[in-house]
Every structure is written in C-alpha cells, then in structure tokens.
C-alpha cells in the first residue's frame, strides 16, 4: 500500500477550481500506484488565515472526501491564533467528519503554547498532527517552526504523533534534533529530491520514523516516488516508508 | 534509449557529495540510461576549472558512453584556446558556463558560444545547482536568467545551446521565445509539479526537451518517473529521453 500523507488539493481558492486541479493529480497518483491521498487545505494559502477561511478550506476538504471516499482523507487545518475556533474544527472535522489528522502550517509556531491544546486533543483523539517545518538559509516566515522548534513540541507531548513535514527543509541538523523523540517522524516531501536524503533519515530515525508524502501539486509525484524508489534501502525499509507507517498512525480513519 | 543530458562527477563542498564513475555507471545501469554528458563538480568553485577538466577526462576516457562537458571560466584569458584544446578530444560534447559562478553578465559569453560552435560543440549554460533557500550566506547565487540565456541563443543561431537547471515556471514564462528558436534546447532536471515534463511540452514543444538528472545532486529516479508522470506521446517520449539530445549534443 502506497499512502501520500502530505498533498493539497491545488492552488484554487474555490472547490470548483479545487475540483478541476485535484483531478489530474488523482490520475498520476493512481498512475503511480498510490491508493489513498491524504488532503489538507491551506485557506488561500495565507499565512494566518481567519476561522472563517479555515472552515472554508476544510469544507473544500471535505467535499473532496465525499468525491473520492476511497482514496481521499482529509486532514484538519486549524490556526492556533484562533483557539477555540480551531477547537470548535477538530471537533467538526475529526470528531464528526471523519478527518485522519490534523495540520498545521506557518500561522504559529510550533513552541508557542497556543498549539499545546490542539496537541492534547490530537492524543485524545489518536490522530496525528501534520506540522510543517524547515531551515531556509534565506530566513524563516515570521511564525515558521523550525525543527527544533517541532522537537520542543513533540518534547512537549509525549502522547501526540507528529509529523514533521519536509526532509530536505530539516536537513541533517533538522534530523538530528528530532531524533530523541519517538513520537515524532519526517515526511519526505518538498525541495529537491536530494539524493541520500531518505537514506539519511533511516539513519537518524529508523525506517518506521520516515513517512512518504509529495506536496502535490507543489511537487511531482513521480519524483518524490523517486525518492524512496531509488534510495538505497531494503524492500522491507521502501514498504514502511510508502505506506506501513502512515497506515500506523492513521490507524483505524483509513479504514472509515 | 535513454541519454541524461546533466550529471557531474566529483565532490561539492556544501553537501557530502562525492561521486566517482563507478556509482555513476550503477545509477545508469539501475534506471536504464545509456549515456550522459558529464561536467566536474569541483570546476565550479576553481578559477580555473582546467585541472578539473583534466581530472573527468581522464575519468571517462575508457568510456565510450560517458560524454562531457568541460567548464569554462570565461574570466580567465585564455578561454578560446581551452575550448579549442578541448574541441579536440573524443569525449568532449559541449562546454559548461556558469555565469553565476564565475560572476560575468550571459551576454558576455557571446562569443564563446560562437567560438563553441565553430568547433563543433555545443554550449550547456548552468542556471543553477542547488535550491536558492539552502544557499550558505557567503555564496548566495541568484539563478542566472532564463530569458538571457533565451537571448544568447537568439543572437547566435548558428550555436547549440543548452539551458541547464530551469525551473517549470522560467521556462512557461518564456515559452513564446523558446519555440520561435531552433538552437535552444532546456533540460528537465529541475521542473516539478504535477505532471511538469508535460506541461513543459505544452510550453515550449517536447523537441526542445532534455531528459536529465542532475545526478549526484538528486535521485536519479526521480528524473525518471517524473517523465512518466502523465503519459507523454511516445514520440514526445523518445525525443525528450534521447533524441533531442543527439541534436543538441551532436551525437550520432
């Protein structure tokens, strides 16, 4: 089983356009043998985005849920600014919804206390949280986490799975500043397809700490497969990086 | 058939990468290409890049399949007469600039690319080799210009020129002028996006595309499903796998 655990439903700011740019990138997902594409919504791509885009975003999510409900799961976004509306979302789109986990983005950083209560509600939940993370030599966005900052939050809650997005962002410093924390794994996607990457982050974490996903349609989906495909691993390490592992923390949602 | 128009042999100083012919030839055999045009890592980062040069060709001289691509510092004086050096081995395809690099304007390099082509070769430019967001401090290399290197070949329609490490949205935004040039051709090393290879057909005509892996930097495999992304006309196909590369490169 092949499951992307990082894709977006296109650049739209609507489900319509959402709708039309999804479609081909089932297609080349299904191309490549992928059977199920975890959805998160970025609300227009703004940094902070308000409750209300936030919820608009999701419903895209879930629309896209209801199309494809066997090869779409949708992951909540939530803004930490917002607390209680992003509780008042998990609670819509996780609890009664049916979402496989939950997103965060660049709104707040992974250190700021705002994000410990969806953190805590994502343990009770058993769901994993999506965080996005990365070292840009050209500055960071104002609230953007660093992997030392996702550390400190995984540190932080010791029963929450989290995901850290983006290998290449994190790179080797990023890894071994994750590497402590057993609640805490890499997903690939993003950057280039720097070759040893993926080697290196079974090196630091193990294969079981190492999940696939694309950022599709930032990026390719056959060369973030080339990822793993091509990397020096065992077939045993390629099969829980592809999909043993997501299935792992995406638990009994994959099966809704 | 398949012909990688960008690898490079050698070690980089901003990543542990140190790739020797032998994991080159593996990465061939394991994903199918018979030939690449080869350039030395280290003549990026020396003045002169002859003793790198001299190193890859040395390299490659016992193999029939690896062709390179020597790189030229046009800043040095004695830039003509090392393209004429080279012009004169076996091995040698096309010349390497990066004007990036070696901090001169792509306009500048006019008359190299004409020197090139009377000899023979064909003359790859170098956009870029690695993400700008990694960039240390002290070599923040902002990517040479696609549109000037569209520019060059303009002015010189009697040289093959090569576009090397163009991203996606370089290449649609200069589309209209890429097709109107017989003598351009772009490799695919760094498109992505969904379905990129085709999307860059679409763009400028799959017969101004290049197969290529920007090995050691990324996964070869990468560049190889990526070209399967969303299925290509298989005429499409050959042409951006092999063919235009035999045109660019003037392989028989």
Known sequence: ?256 | MIVDAAAYLGSWPLRPIEAKVSDLTNTMRENRIKAALVSPLEGFFYADPTPANDRLLRRLASRRKLWAAPIINLRMADWRQRIEALAGRRQVKAVRLAPNFHSYEVAEAREAVHAAAEWGLATVVQLRLQDERSHPPILKLPAVPLAEVVALAAAEPGARVVASAARLAEAQAQAEYIRQLGNLWLDISHFDGLACVKQACEAVGAERLLFSTNYPFFYARSAALKIQEEELARGQAQAVMAGNARTAFGIS
């Not at chain 1, 999506?130 to 500055?139: D, K, T």
Request: net charge positive; with cysteine; hydrophobic share 40%.
């Open chain 1, 1 to 256: 089983m092949i499951i992307d655990f990082h894709a977006h439903p296109g650049y739209s700011h609507d489900l319509k356009g959402m709708r039309a740019e999804f479609r081909p990138a089932l297609r080349a997902a299904k191309h490549h043998g992928v059977d199920w594409v975890c959805l998160n919504a970025l609300a227009d791509w703004t940094e902070s985005p308000t409750p209300a885009r936030m919820r608009k975003a999701n419903d895209a999510v879930l629309a896209l849920m209801a199309d494809y409900p066997d090869r779409v799961l949708g992951f909540c976004y939530v803004n930490p600014r917002y607390p209680d509306d992003s509780m008042r979302e998990i609670e819509r789109c996780v609890v009664r919804e049916g979402m496989a986990a939950i997103k965060l983005w660049i709104a707040c950083s992974a250190r700021d206390k705002r994000v410990d209560a969806i953190a805590q509600r994502a343990a009770e939940l058993r769901v994993p949280i999506l965080q996005h993370a990365w070292y840009n030599a050209r500055g960071q966005k104002p609230s953007e986490s660093t992997p030392a900052d996702v550390a400190a939050m995984a540190a932080r809650h010791p029963d929450t799975m989290i995901v850290m997005a983006h290998l290449t962002g994190a790179g080797e410093r990023g890894l071994t500043e994750i590497a402590p924390h057993d609640n805490l794994s890499v997903d690939i996607s993003g950057g280039e397809p720097e070759a040893g990457m993926v080697e290196l982050a079974v090196k630091k974490l193990g294969a079981k700490r190492v999940v696939f996903g694309t950022d599709t349609p930032i990026r390719s989906y056959g060369m973030t497969l080339g990822k793993v495909v091509g990397a020096k691993l065992t077939a045993r390490e390629k099969k829980l990086i592809l999909g043993e592992n997501a299935q792992r923390l995406l638990g009994r949602r994959l099966a809704r």
